[in-house]
């Protein structure tokens, strides 16, 4: 199994047990779902009903997305002007890592990177935005969107943030 985290901050942001795929070899799109928590209902073979009870609601299970609460992403906000602030600064610590790190990734990021950031750009008020779990304003920015269904969610990473690391 693969885990891939930030290359910046260092934080975990998904592994290849979720569905992925990439995508124009710039970034990964992860499957994800809503799962239910909390509920450690132990079945005893009782029927409420059936014994005149009432049988109650759970109150303690909730409804989570499955990527954020196994890599306790924390959710962040950005309009246009911020996100735009924020993207210049990590397009160029990502770029500065490149050199650094892998240097034949370098012109493919520079080169795919202005469209894709234009796109999110252009759709923005489709995202919601998630930072890892140390909350470093430098690290990646974890894009959730929803599929063409309005139902599927997914999660969009830029590549060459990302530091794969065998588990």
């Known amino acids: 199994?693969?885990?891939?985290?930030?290359s910046l901050t260092g934080d975990e942001l998904f592994t290849d047990a979720f569905p992925m795929k990439l995508v124009d070899d710039f970034v990964y799109e992860v499957d994800c779902k809503m799962i239910s928590i909390g509920d450690d209902n132990i079945d005893i073979g009782a029927n409420p009903s059936a014994e005149d009870g009432e049988e109650a609601l759970?109150?303690?299970?909730?409804?989570?997305n499955n990527v954020i609460?196994?890599?306790?992403?924390q959710q962040t906000s950005f309009d246009k002007k911020s996100y735009m602030t924020y993207i210049k600064g990590y397009m160029k610590?990502?770029?500065n890592y490149l050199t650094e790190?892998?240097?034949?990734?370098?012109s493919t990021f520079k080169e795919k990177a202005p469209a894709f950031v234009k796109k999110i750009i252009s759709n923005i008020g489709d995202?919601?935005?998630?930072?890892?779990e140390s909350m470093n304003p430098d690290g990646m920015i974890a894009l959730l969107n929803y599929r063409e269904d309005g139902v599927t969610?997914?999660?969009t990473y830029f590549r060459d943030g990302l530091k794969?690391?065998?588990l």
Do not use: I
């Not at 759970?58 to 989570?64: A, F, N, T």
């Open 69 to 73: 609460h196994s890599f306790r992403l």
């Open 101 to 106: 790190n892998n240097p034949e990734r370098l």
């Open 1 to 6: 199994m693969l885990l891939y985290t930030d």
């Open 127 to 132: 995202y919601d935005f998630y930072v890892g």
């Open 164 to 166: 794969e690391q065998k």
């Open 153 to 155: 969610p997914f999660f």
């Open 93 to 95: 610590e990502v770029s």
């Open 58 to 64: 759970d109150d303690s299970v909730v409804q989570v």
